[in-house]
């Protein structure tokens, strides 16, 4: 996979997380979605074997973290921090982004690292370490049950972010000029091979339109839609020809 500049930038921070396995999930929800950086606050030493086993095989993510004694330490070199929280409130950052706002607001950021910080399972992020952040993000949940534990919360916003900043997975939609002018070469092509009977190609021609609307075409696809119809056409144009040169 080609590497993402928005994606290869971001760093998640773990602040004195309580459990190696906790750490090898993290990993893993990390690598599947193309971020690579892992900063961990703390002196706690983790039972490597636990990490490894939940990693598997994002154990590289591990071998190759950033520690730091603090989060203050942590975030010096971030030119945007987030700090990631349900918790809103006097102390609290009201204005916490949801994932996808969070994705708009990293693509249009200058370049550096950005750093999303998550709290410890137990209790997350203190009012201090979330100070510390420029802004929060926060994944919506049920009410009833709104706790995600560590793994889960990285991997949706990993999700996300992988979701919104890579170009390869998404599309720009053509215009309506554009469709119009696929639309034209489809009528002009079922008319070189005599398919109307009486004014039948203005209908023709909006019944296709309409279809493709509803498809939302890429640009790429609506060349190869070009091209199939118009070899269409010169097929048939090339067997009359053969037709009356044989007679």
Do not use: W
């Amino acid at each position: 996979m080609e590497s993402n500049p928005n994606l290869d930038r971001i760093r998640i921070v773990l602040v004195e997380p309580q459990d190696g396995a906790n750490i090898g999930s993290v990993c893993r929800a990390m690598k599947t979605m193309g971020i690579r950086r892992l900063a961990i606050t703390g002196d706690k030493v983790y039972d490597e074997t636990r990490v490894r086993t939940l990693a598997i095989h994002a154990y590289d993510l591990y071998e190759q973290h950033e520690r730091f004694s603090t989060l203050r330490e942590a975030l010096q070199d971030s030119v945007l921090s987030v700090g990631a929280s349900r918790r809103r409130g006097k102390n609290r950052k009201y204005f916490a982004l949801l994932p996808e706002q969070l994705a708009k607001r990293i693509a249009d950021t200058g370049e550096g690292i950005v750093s999303i910080v998550f709290g410890r399972e137990a209790d997350g992020l203190t009012d201090e370490e979330l100070h510390l952040c420029h802004m929060g993000v926060r994944i919506p949940t049920s009410e009833a049950f709104p706790s995600l534990n560590l793994s889960q919360a990285v991997q949706i916003i990993a999700y996300t972010l992988f979701r919104e900043l890579n170009d390869t997975l998404g599309f720009e939609p053509i215009v309506e000029s554009r469709l119009q002018e696929v639309a034209n070469t489809i009528g002009q092509s079922f008319d070189a091979i005599g398919f109307y009977k009486l004014d039948e190609r203005p209908e023709v021609q909006r019944f296709f339109r309409d279809i493709l609307a509803r498809a939302t075409l890429s640009e790429k696809e609506a060349k190869r839609l070009e091209k199939m119809f118009i070899k269409m056409s010169r097929l048939k144009l090339h067997k009359q020809e053969e037709t009356t040169e044989d007679a």
